[in-house]
Nanobody, 123 residues
Framework: QVQLVESGGGLVQTGGSLTLSCAAS????????MAWFRQAPGKEREFVSV????????YYADSVKGRFTISRDNAKNTLYLQMDSLRPGDTSVYYC????????????????WGQGTQVTVSS
């Protein structure tokens, strides 16, 4: 079992940057594929990015490709999301999620979730 705590959200202007972090408890962080999802008010939770257990494979939603970078530090049990060139459409609550095994971009595939961190991009 793993517990996840996100941090790093906030208010930023269009074109700005933020780095989200997700701290995981437990000693088996490296056995989990890790992902970021986001959910805006009135919308379904959507996939943002995922990283494999070793960190060698990453995937991104088309809407963030080239602007966001996912990474992980297995020694520190921490997942990151570097967000650059932010747009008002990126405004959402961002969640990190974990699943044992291979990467997946469906929220239904993930067993463990953080509480979320709000990102607001002003125009």
């Amino acid at each position: 079992q793993v517990q996840l705590v996100e941090s790093g959200g906030g208010l930023v202007q269009t074109g700005g940057s933020l780095t989200l972090s997700c701290a995981a408890s437990g000693r088996t962080f490296s056995s989990y594929a890790m992902a970021w999802f986001r959910q805006a008010p009135g919308k379904e939770r959507e996939f943002v990015s995922v990283i494999s257990r070793s960190g060698t494979s990453t995937y991104y939603a088309d809407s963030v490709k080239g602007r966001f970078t996912i990474s992980r530090d297995n020694a520190k049990n921490t997942l990151y999301l570097q967000m650059d060139s932010l747009r008002p459409g990126d405004t959402s609550v961002y969640y990190c999620a974990a699943r044992q095994g291979a990467t997946d971009n469906s929220p239904q595939a993930y067993n463990y979730w953080g509480q979320g961190t709000q990102v607001t991009v002003s125009s």
